[in-house]
């Protein structure tokens, strides 16, 4: 809580199963929409059943940027195997890039991409 008795909001920027009407959108049921921006900072890789992000140049990666609460940001680190103590050996790790709405939190795949589809533009 901070100290106005209410949650800590963060920032996080989506491109994968979190998206709206994607398998894991329902763990930011209860969040603050804030709309849709295009990094250039970032390259997915199609991994299967859900894409990696990897920091590279790129022509516009369509993210959906939402405000969270520390519990569903929590959520979100667990989904995403994010380890606090250990960000480097988690399957994500996580950095902050600039928005349109403020930095927000992208998660960046830590696993090998090699052989996986690259997507430089739009969504997966």
């Given at each position: 809580m901070n100290g106005n008795g209410e949650?800590?909001?963060?920032?996080?920027?989506?491109?994968?199963?979190l998206k709206r009407g994607?398998?894991?959108?329902?763990l930011l049921m209860r969040a603050r929409f804030l709309g849709t921006d295009h990094l250039n900072s970032i390259v997915l890789h199609d991994?299967?059943?859900?894409?990696?992000?990897?920091?590279?140049?790129?022509?516009?990666?369509?993210?959906?940027?939402?405000?969270?609460?520390?519990?569903t940001f929590a959520r979100v680190d667990a989904l995403e195997g994010y380890s606090a103590q250990?960000?480097?050996?988690?399957?994500?790790?996580?950095?902050?890039?600039?928005?349109?709405?403020?930095?927000?939190?992208?998660?960046?795949?830590n696993g090998s991409v090699r052989g996986c589809r690259r997507i430089t533009r739009g969504a997966w």
């Open positions: 949650d800590a909001a963060f920032r996080i920027a989506v491109y994968g199963t994607c398998s894991n959108h329902h991994l299967g059943p859900y894409p990696g992000a990897v920091e590279q140049p790129s022509r516009g990666i369509l993210v959906e940027v939402y405000e969270v609460d520390e519990r250990a960000p480097e050996r988690g399957e994500y790790t996580r950095q902050q890039r600039d928005t349109r709405f403020g930095p927000a939190w992208v998660y960046f795949y």
